[in-house]
């Protein structure tokens, strides 16, 4: 509670001084509840719950260059208990719902946004990174908490092109004492607009460096985006390829991912798309936003995966959505295992199937706008498992339903 006071105090005398100097602070907020039933999705438990997430963007704009973003975020599972220090080497559970006990206030977003002119930009805080399909590197908005990143970002924009170089801290293990080495992530992401058919042409180049167990492991990843809107045709592709020190086989380090879409012109709105994806077996997600594309149950990770994909939406009634997608998962390399959501996980030993038939998932989704500043949302997802996972882990059929109300105010 204490913390919670202090934290408000802040933002009042912030205000304060702002405004009395004609500067008013503005106010957004974003508000989502969900519930969710997660069967075996991790191909062992059965969960259900809610999740609430409540994030107020208090903005300062302090001149026409400069502005302050603070962004706090309330994130939880409904009713779930917390673990607070009872002593230096013991937690104990905390009851958080009708206790007197609150859960504690989180910090989403806090950066400070310089722009000297039109064309450059610099960003310093904690942020969100994400770019093209978030394949690669995603704010992973579906979590509960999502995900944002310490450090700085620069653009340079020459209209309607642009590129962006960036530095975060992942892990520091030196702030207090001598420690074995940090954790960082660096990167140049630019785009190109050349022209209807090259919309987007994205080239980027990631560096991750790890020092963190006191042996230097280096990744760099190069990679190329493409995507449009064509009048009625859509498409993107994507590929990535790396190499380094942390890869173990070099050759199997990649990904690629692709998909074309057609959109009839009609009142429906009756969108048909169908795509590919191939990860090596030692390819390395980095932080992708998974819920995307490779089905909403969440239960593989991009790495020795591949497969096709084919979805459909439709537009039945204004404000109302209706999404289906089938998704089909092989292993890459029958000389290694298939890996769960995190992309580290192995699923199953690597022989302990001589099939590469992981499985299925097919799901269904709907969406309707409320009002203007409410959507409700829901779906469900359904895994068959192949031979590859039922020789291992047995009759496993893991199922995903989810009941959601989001808002923008």
Same mark, same amino acid.
């Given at each position: 509670?204490?913390?919670?006071?202090?934290?408000?105090?802040?933002?009042?005398?912030?205000?304060?001084?702002?405004?009395?100097?004609?500067?008013?602070?503005?106010?957004?907020?974003?508000?989502?509840?969900?519930?969710?039933?997660?069967?075996?999705?991790?191909?062992?438990?059965?969960?259900?719950?809610?999740?609430?997430?409540?994030?107020?963007?208090?903005?300062?704009?302090?001149?026409?260059?400069?502005?302050?973003?603070?962004?706090?975020?309330?994130?939880?599972?409904?009713?779930?208990?917390?673990?607070?220090?009872?002593?230096?080497?013991?937690?104990?559970?905390?009851?958080?719902?009708?206790?007197?006990?609150?859960?504690?206030?989180?910090?989403?977003?806090?950066?400070? =946004?310089?722009?000297?002119?039109?064309?450059?930009?610099?960003?310093?805080?904690?942020?969100?990174?994400?770019?093209?399909?978030?394949?690669?590197?995603?704010?992973?908005?579906?979590?509960?908490?999502?995900?944002?990143?310490?450090?700085?970002?620069?653009?340079?924009?020459?209209?309607?092109?642009?590129?962006?170089?960036?530095?975060?801290?992942?892990?520091?293990?030196?702030?207090?004492?001598?420690?074995?080495?940090?954790?960082?992530?660096?990167?140049?992401?630019?785009?190109?607009?050349? =022209?209807?058919?090259?919309?987007?042409?994205?080239?980027?180049?990631?560096?991750?460096?790890?020092?963190?167990?006191?042996?230097?492991?280096?990744?760099?990843?190069?990679?190329?985006?493409?995507?449009?809107?064509?009048?009625?045709?859509?498409?993107?592709?994507?590929?990535?390829?790396?190499?380094?020190?942390?890869?173990?086989?070099?050759?199997?380090?990649?990904?690629?991912?692709?998909?074309?879409?057609?959109?009839?012109?009609?009142?429906?709105?009756?969108?048909?798309?169908?795509?590919?994806?191939?990860?090596?077996?030692?390819?390395?997600?980095?932080?992708?936003?998974?819920?995307?594309?490779?089905?909403?149950?969440?239960?593989?990770?991009?790495?020795?995966?591949?497969?096709?994909?084919?979805?459909?939406?439709?537009?039945?009634?204004?404000?109302?959505?209706?999404?289906?997608?089938?998704?089909?998962?092989?292993?890459?390399?029958?000389?290694?295992?298939?890996?769960?959501?995190?992309?580290?996980?192995?699923?199953?030993?690597?022989?302990?199937?001589?099939?590469?038939?992981?499985?299925?998932?097919?799901?269904?989704?709907?969406?309707?706008?409320?009002?203007?500043?409410?959507?409700?949302?829901?779906?469900?997802?359904?895994?068959?498992?192949?031979?590859?996972?039922?020789?291992?882990?047995?009759?496993?059929?893991?199922?995903?339903?989810?009941?959601?109300?989001?808002?923008?105010?």
């Amino acid at each position: 509670m204490k913390k919670h006071l202090v934290f408000f105090a802040v933002l009042l005398t912030i205000a304060l001084s702002q405004a009395s100097r004609g500067e008013t602070p503005t106010f957004k907020a974003q508000f989502r509840m969900r519930a969710e039933s997660s069967q075996r999705t991790d191909y062992s438990s059965i969960r259900d719950f809610m999740l609430l997430r409540i994030r107020p963007d208090i903005t300062w704009k302090a001149s026409d260059k400069l502005t302050l973003l603070l962004q706090p975020q309330f994130a939880k599972t409904l009713g779930a208990p917390v673990f607070v220090g009872s002593s230096t080497t013991a937690n104990t559970s905390q009851t958080t719902s009708g206790a007197t006990f609150d859960t504690e206030l989180g910090v989403h977003q806090a950066y400070l =946004n310089y722009q000297p002119s039109e064309d450059v930009q610099f960003r310093l805080g904690r942020q969100i990174l994400s770019y093209g399909d978030e394949l690669i590197l995603g704010a992973l908005e579906w979590n509960n908490v999502g995900r944002s990143f310490d450090g700085a970002k620069a653009r340079f924009s020459f209209s309607p092109h642009w590129v962006d170089l960036f530095y975060s801290k992942l892990s520091e293990n030196n702030s207090t004492t001598s420690g074995p080495g940090d954790n960082d992530f660096a990167g140049i992401y630019s785009h190109f607009n050349l =022209n209807q058919w090259l919309e987007e042409v994205q080239l980027y180049f990631f560096y991750l460096r790890n020092q963190s167990t006191g042996t230097l492991s280096e990744l760099f990843s190069v990679g190329l985006r493409l995507h449009a809107n064509v009048s009625n045709v859509d498409y993107r592709i994507e590929g990535t390829k790396q190499f380094g020190s942390a890869t173990t086989t070099a050759g199997t380090a990649y990904q690629l991912d692709g998909e074309v879409g057609y959109t009839l012109t009609n009142l429906s709105k009756l969108r048909l798309a169908a795509g590919g994806f191939l990860a090596g077996a030692t390819y390395n997600q980095m932080f992708p936003t998974a819920h995307k594309w490779l089905g909403i149950a969440d239960v593989l990770g991009r790495r020795n995966l591949a497969g096709f994909e084919a979805n459909a939406s439709v537009v039945p009634l204004p404000d109302f959505k209706i999404g289906a997608s089938y998704h089909l998962f092989v292993r890459a390399d029958s000389s290694a295992s298939a890996f769960k959501l995190n992309g580290a996980t192995a699923l199953g030993a690597a022989g302990g199937s001589a099939s590469n038939a992981i499985g299925s998932e097919l799901d269904v989704t709907l969406s309707y706008v409320l009002d203007e500043k409410l959507n409700l949302a829901g779906g469900a997802g359904f895994f068959f498992a192949g031979q590859y996972v039922t020789d291992q882990l047995g009759s496993v059929g893991p199922t995903f339903f989810f009941l959601q109300a989001a808002s923008q105010l």
